[in-house]
Structures are given as structure tokens and as C-alpha cells.
């Protein structure tokens, strides 16, 4: 009897694990985030966002051999309480130009969760929930809806979003 | 051209860069590794201790083009830097396989396959009507019985 995986539908996460010194300096990203969205402005490129973009491709590409090209990336804030809509990174309409893979990297987060929905098989609609902690990335295919809570009510959240295509 | 392989806390090989020969001179005009590593730190955000240099022409210890052969083998995207002997070695083909320095390769623990007999080696060379092989004898190793099991693909 054989298998044949026909599509799969993976979550990856873990910490970036940086060498000593050389951290994701996640103070400067903050402060990115925050002069976009204060000036409606595109995150400006910087060393540091590189860092992690590279990190991204080079570990998912030796550990899971899926090699990505960087589409975009936003950041977003969210207020004590706040839980985002629904939030799709695919246009249904354009799916050649649309995402394979969303990757969040938690900047500065504190009880920050994701729930990212799926499908298994006939059983729809399913969710699966997992917290976003600081310097943590998620990364799912870009077909899946989610949305994100701070389920706090102290602190604001950061939170990087990149997307990819995978080659 | 001069490359580097970028490497991780545990020395996975991560990538491999190309660098022009210029970006590795020292103030005397000397090719220098640590210029390299100077130079990729400063331009691809990764310590300059964790690029190791590598050479194209090399493979298992033997240099392509008959010159020295640098570091065992020309690295590649998940193998595996040893400090101590300096090689870059490919991914353990078997778990029962060991290092041979020499080579710098993976050798089984009964060494190598046996040679195939002279007439196995004509039934390989031989070609049917249509100019195809019939036969393709070879070793492959069983890790389950840890010995060589002779094949034949084609038949």
C-alpha cells in the first residue's frame, strides 16, 4: 500500500534564532512600523528587516526545502482588546499574483494569538489557535484566512507580516 | 571568482555566495579569507566567522583541475562544516555510514561496494538492436541487512 500527499496545508513556527549579537533588533522595527503608520508611508527597507527577511528564506529553504521570493511586507499595530477581521493575503480574482506563504513575526507582543482557519476535508471551517510571542514567527499558506487578537489590555502589539512566493 | 559558504550556529550550511576576487584583497594586493569574510559581514548581515571559504573545483578531496584541493568537497546547501578536519561534508547518506577523512567522503561501515565481475561489466556495456542498454549492474547498500545488495535496474 503506498501514500501520496497531494496537497498540504503546514504550519511553521518557532523562534528566530539569530547568532549572539546579531539579534533582530526589534525596537528599530517597532519604530517602523510605527512612522508607517503614522505617515501612511511603505515600510522603509533597512538592514534590520533584512536580517530577517534572509533568515526566513535561508532556514526555510535548508529545513523544509521550499525556496521563497519575498512578494511583500506591511506591519501592523493593534490596540489592547482590538481582534482583527477575518484577513486574507490571496485575491481570489488573481491568484498568479497572489502569495503562497504569510509569514507574522512578533515585534513587541504580549498575549498576541493567531487563529488561522482550515479545512479538513469534508470538516469545515476548523481553527487552529497558537500565540504570537516576541521574536516568534508563523508562517501558513496564504490561502488561509485568519485573524489576529491582542488579548490584553496594557500594551499595543507589533506585528511584521511578509509574504511570499515559493519557487 | 571566490566563494563562501554562509553557515548557522551548528555549521549547516545555509547558502553559497560568489565573490569577486577583488573584494578579498588585503593592502597588499593579497587574495585573503578573512577580507572576504570582512566584506560579506559588512554586505549580507551575517557574522563575518560564520562564512567559510570553499572551492568550486574541489570534490572529495581531489582538485578538478589537478591543483590543491581546499576544504574536502565544495559545499552545498545543508552539508555540514567540521572546524577540526576541514571539510564540508554532504548529508550522512545511511546512519550507519562513517567520516572518511581522507576522502572526504562517507564510507559504509564494510567499506566499499564490491567491484562488478568483468562479465557483469560487458553485460552493462552491451547494446540491444535499438542501441539501448540491457542490463545495468550495480551495488546498492541495504542498511536493514548493513551489506551490498547486487542489482540489476534495467531487466
Known sequence: ?167 | MAHFAKIDENNRVLAVLTLNNKDMLNADGVETESVGQQYLEKHNNWPAYMWIQTSYNTSLNQHKLGGTPFRGNYAGIGYTWEEDNQIFWSKKPYASWVKHIESASWKSPIGDAPTLTTEQQQQNDALDLNGKRTNDWHYRWNEETQKWDLINSIV
Open chain 1, 1 to 167: 500500500m503506498q501514500k501520496k500527499v497531494l496537497t498540504e496545508q503546514a504550519l511553521y513556527y518557532g523562534d528566530v534564532s539569530m547568532p549572539q549579537h546579531w539579534e533582530i533588533d526589534r525596537t528599530e522595527l517597532a519604530h517602523h512600523i510605527l512612522h508607517s503608520s503614522l505617515t501612511n508611508e511603505q515600510l522603509q527597507f533597512s538592514k534590520t528587516y533584512d536580517k530577517l527577511d534572509t533568515y526566513m528564506r535561508d532556514f526555510i529553504g535548508l529545513e523544509h526545502s521550499i525556496n521563497l521570493v519575498n512578494k511583500s511586507t506591511w506591519g501592523n499595530i493593534y490596540k489592547p482588546n482590538e481582534t482583527t477581521i477575518p484577513l486574507l493575503n490571496i485575491d481570489p480574482l488573481d491568484l498568479k499574483n497572489s502569495p503562497d506563504y504569510t509569514l507574522l513575526y512578533g515585534v513587541k507582543t504580549n498575549d498576541c494569538f493567531v487563529t488561522i482557519f482550515y479545512d479538513d476535508n469534508r470538516k469545515k471551517g476548523k481553527n487552529w489557535d497558537i500565540e504570537l510571542k516576541n521574536n516568534m514567527f508563523i508562517m501558513f499558506p496564504s490561502t488561509n484566512m485568519y485573524y489576529i487578537s491582542n488579548r490584553q489590555k496594557d500594551s499595543l502589539n507589533f506585528v511584521q507580516t511578509i509574504t511570499y512566493e515559493s519557487i
